[in-house]
């Protein structure tokens, strides 16, 4: 079976690009069911395009849902280095024009068998093709989205389940939303299996990394981590209050909590100034270190380091976000918090906390720091992560078969 994965709407952000990562190495887990995998990667947009792109979403998509919806404004370093980390894991690895028509040709004159993940829906791709939907969370979380980007979404979401045979999307949760809040869809909807990964390669440099960042960073040898966007559906407030409960109460003596992740939400643009202010109100300012968006490679090696990953989100499309992914993939205790599709996540590295709660993820956080946690060795890690590989490879190939099956 040759598959052809499509990069659209994926490169313009670090969990894109990390989605599509983990999908390759699915892929190459299973070379007894795919013969040869093709890597579409979109052309960096230009000036030009760039600026036609802000005209439309001004004026088509004030509200730039969008741009939510697919991912943030397109980071430039993402767009650099995608091409070249996919062209490590697979050499097959063709630019394109980012049209549906281009593609198509692409595919067919490739004799390409299947094309997934598919972001925008059409009928027009000349192959049998597999959709990807994110989550619902403006069904859940309406106050977070304007009407405009409301009906954006229920428009999309509508229109990819009446153009797609299958889709895919990234827990079973986000898969029984679909089923819930579009009944009239008629696409088959498969959840990919939560299965954490990292190369083995890519393990032994983040482990020989880390005493490096933590230079880097300033963060000291004893730390927590938040590894999350500043969106306010992250919930960073109950984290930062927990941590200065777990302070007052001497559980975290020479402790700092370490945040990564680009700092601003288009739709609420003060929302990183009132953290602040929050983080200095509760006396906490000199313990918390903001790092911004940084390489990935420098995000897992700090990671390593951490005593806890920190994740009170609130919503999320996969467990845990990607945070929980890396965080299991390294074997680094985590505190999520308890809301359906986290419990997903069935790993003793994991314990849950009541999402909002801050003494219950205060308690959690010193409760785990008395807790003697055996690390996993690096061949350990090495033979969880190919197995997860191996999963999550079967678990494509089977919906890729479903669809072919279903194209005829």
Request: one cysteine or more; a neutral charge; aromatic letters at 10%.
């Amino acid at each position: 079976m040759h598959i052809g994965v499509s990069t659209q709407d994926f490169i313009g952000w670090g969990g894109g690009v990390g989605f599509i990562e983990n999908l390759l190495f699915g892929l190459l887990a299973v070379p007894e069911q795919v013969t040869k995998i093709t890597v579409f990667v979109p052309e960096k947009p230009g000036p030009m395009s760039n600026l036609v792109a802000r005209v439309k979403r001004a004026v088509f998509e004030p509200s730039n849902a969008a741009q939510h919806l697919f991912g943030r404004t397109p980071s430039q370093e993402a767009w650099k280095m995608a091409p070249t980390l996919f062209a490590r894991i697979c050499p097959n690895v063709v630019a394109f024009d980012g049209s549906a028509t281009t593609l198509s040709h692409l595919c067919q004159r490739l004799r390409v068998d299947i094309l997934l993940p598919i972001t925008k829906p059409s009928r027009n791709y000349g192959v049998p093709w597999v959709g990807y939907l994110a989550d619902c969370q403006h069904r859940h979380y309406p106050k977070f989205f304007s009407a405009h980007e409301i009906a954006f979404r229920d428009r999309y979401f509508s229109n990819m389940l009446s153009d797609a045979n299958v889709v895919i999307v990234n827990s079973r949760d986000a898969a029984a939303d679909l089923d819930s809040f579009f009944p009239e869809g008629g696409a088959k909807i498969f959840a990919l299996p939560f299965a954490p990964l990292l190369r083995s390669d890519n393990i032994c440099n983040i482990i020989s990394r880390t005493p490096l960042v933590k230079h880097k960073y300033a963060t000291g040898d004893k730390y927590l981590m938040i590894s999350n966007q500043f969106w306010i559906h992250k919930d960073h407030s109950t984290a930062f209050k927990a941590f200065a409960l777990a302070v007052e109460d001497n559980a975290l003596a020479g402790f700092t909590l370490v945040c990564t992740g680009a700092q601003d939400d288009y739709r609420f643009p003060d929302y990183f100034t009132e953290v602040q202010n929050l983080i200095t109100s509760l006396h906490i300012k000199d313990r918390i270190i903001f790092t911004g968006y940084i390489d990935k490679l420098d995000q897992l090696a700090l990671l390593n380091g951490a005593t806890i990953l920190l994740q009170p989100t609130l919503f999320e499309g996969g467990p845990g976000g990607g945070a929980a992914y890396d965080s299991v993939a390294l074997g680094i205790p985590s505190l999520l918090s308890n809301i359906q599709v986290n419990l997903e996540i069935d790993d003793p590295t994991v314990t849950f906390f009541n999402a909002r709660d801050v003494q219950s993820l205060s308690s959690a956080i010193s409760s785990c720091i008395r807790t003697e946690v055996h690390r996993p060795s690096v061949n350990e890690l090495i033979e969880k992560s190919s197995h997860n590989a191996k999963t999550l490879g079967r678990s494509v190939c089977a919906v890729a078969k479903e669809t072919l099956q279903s194209f005829g």
